[in-house]
């Protein structure tokens, strides 16, 4: 609770200094101006719409990039060979920030959906690549031998030992994932999609609405928060007793 | 029209459970390292075989190539007559980490499970066959716990569990009881003797505990260091089931502890 005493003196002071000499800028607003603008757009759905597609869009990416980062972290872990033969191709591709393959992005899909989970799909892949395979390396040579010595195939192995065993680090993985999953469907909104939160954003500004454009951004703060505690709470959920009970090194 | 049998004449019955024919094992770097040398034995059927040896005399070594896990370097080591190349479901191994050994996501009785999958055990099978072999080992109370809710002694217990589940026709202990106190240890070796004479199977059991070594065993072949080999072989005419106090209070055990003492280089 007492963290919550500056930020709402600065805002009352904020409210009063607008109050006193009256605003009227394209720059900035006063914070009841703010909120007004913000109920405003939750309630005739304009913002929870914006909100869908960047969420939607960031799902779907964080979905196939992360999903192929997995596949692909299961396979250089367990084939140290072909870890070897790729990593000088993968440590080149992944210093490429993401937001720069947009042009690319857009040259092959266009405006839209398409363009922008393939975006967010690279920016997922690194992370999931690079944790799950050290999650994969990092498992107990033990059980290796355990399934080993029961003559499992390699698809056994990797259902009911390199899943589960590598499981909680591939959930951190994809928790990270999907932090960069939302700032790359932002930014990419921002840049160039005329979708979503980040393409209010923009909307707001060109338009001269602060208020609108604040609105925006304290909901885009909102979203984030939220998007991260419930992955977090999932996790704590999943393997708050597995940690408990389990003795991974 | 009458088939013929296409059993491989090979691999039949009466050719020896595991035999060895001076096998050697080298670990090959800089300065090659010789760990095992000229081993030959056999393993009998049905015969509860220990192998005692200083740490670091390669037993350890000779037990994951006879499961396979590790390849020879020279020789010969075969099973039923067909040379060792890999793993089988036919040889077991409890190794001795058991808290690594064991799946830490899985109930005691997932991890018994595993080794039916493993086997294709039809599912609506592996309940009635995971219940008997935790009452055999007297952890079917604990079915629904983690392993890290057991102590050290049950982890050992599961781990044999899973092996006997596998339904193995050689079970390779090694040095199963190292990490568990002197209580626990007496109770496990008592369990394994009464495993053994039950189930009839096949055991190798590698450990560092020359008494151990010859309460549990009918054969023990004590180990020499650098390079491991063989230093000898001693029948154990022990009568059985054995006993705690009466067996090692035994003149004949006390005489079999003499002599292979006095074999056994002890290095402080």
Redesign the interface.
Same mark, same amino acid.
């Given at each position: 609770m007492r963290g919550l005493i500056l930020p709402l003196a600065l805002v009352l002071a904020a409210e009063v200094l607008a109050r006193i000499f009256g605003i009227d800028s394209d720059s900035i607003a006063a914070p009841s101006a703010i909120l007004v603008a913000g109920f405003a757009a939750l309630i005739d759905g304009t913002m929870l719409h914006a909100t869908a597609q960047t969420l939607g869009t960031a799902l779907a990416g964080l979905a196939i990039g992360g999903g192929g980062g997995l596949a692909a972290a299961i396979l250089l872990g367990l084939f140290p060979r072909l870890a070897q033969l790729m990593r000088f191709s993968i440590e080149t591709v992944r210093s490429i920030p993401a937001v720069a393959i947009i042009p690319v992005a857009m040259l092959v899909f266009g405006f839209g959906y398409r363009m922008e989970i393939s975006i967010v799909a690279f920016a997922c892949f690194w992370p999931v690549l690079i944790i799950g395979q050290s999650a994969v390396i990092g498992i107990d040579p033990r059980l290796d031998e355990v399934g080993r010595v029961l003559r499992l195939n390699l698809w056994a192995r990797v259902a009911k030992i390199v899943l589960p065993a590598a499981l909680p680090r591939i959930f951190v993985a994809f928790r990270l994932a999907a932090g960069a999953a939302l700032i790359v469907a932002v930014t990419v909104e921002i840049a160039t999609n005329p979708l979503g939160l980040g393409y209010g954003l923009m909307l707001a500004q060109q338009t001269l609405h602060p208020d609108m454009m604040f609105a925006m951004l304290i909901w885009v703060g909102i979203v984030g928060w939220g998007f991260n505690a419930l992955l977090l709470f999932l996790q704590k959920r999943l393997f708050g007793p597995a940690a408990l009970a389990g003795n991974a090194p | 029209m009458k088939l013929v049998a296409a059993i491989p004449a090979t691999s039949t019955e009466t050719e020896p459970i595991v035999a060895l024919q001076s096998v050697g094992y080298r670990v090959d770097g800089t300065a090659a390292l010789v760990i095992l040398q000229d081993i030959s034995m056999t393993v009998r059927q049905g015969e509860f075989l220990c192998i005692v040896g200083a740490s670091g005399c390669g037993k350890t070594t000779l037990l994951r190539l006879i *499961?396979g &896990?590790l390849p020879i370097s020279s020789g010969k080591l075969s099973s039923r007559g067909l040379d060792i190349t890999?793993?089988?479901?036919a040889?077991?191994?409890v190794?001795q980490?058991y808290?690594? *050994?064991l &799946?830490?996501?899985r109930t005691v009785a997932g991890n018994v499970a595993?080794?039916l999958?493993?086997r294709g055990t039809k599912r609506s099978a592996r309940a009635a066959i995971v219940e008997s072999r935790l009452r055999q080992v007297n952890l079917w109370e604990w079915r629904d716990r983690?392993?890290?809710?057991l102590s050290g002694g049950m982890q050992q217990r599961l781990q044999i569990a899973r092996c006997l589940a596998?339904e193995p026709e050689l079970l390779l202990m090694d040095e199963p009881f190292g990490a568990l106190d002197a209580m626990t240890r007496q109770v496990l070796q008592d369990e394994v003797a009464r495993l053994s004479r039950e189930t009839g199977t096949t055991i190798v059991f590698v450990t560092h505990d020359l008494e151990e070594a010859i309460y549990l065993g009918d054969r023990v072949v004590a180990m020499e260091s650098r390079p491991g080999r063989i230093a000898t072989s001693i029948e154990i005419d022990l009568p059985r089931p054995r006993h705690q106090l009466a067996t090692r209070e035994d003149r004949r055990f006390l005489a079999y502890r003499h002599r292979l003492f006095n074999l056994l280089p002890v290095h402080a």
């Open positions: - | *499961a &896990l890999g793993p089988s479901q040889r077991a191994i190794f980490d808290s690594r *050994a &799946l830490p996501w595993l080794a999958e493993a983690y392993p890290a809710q596998q």
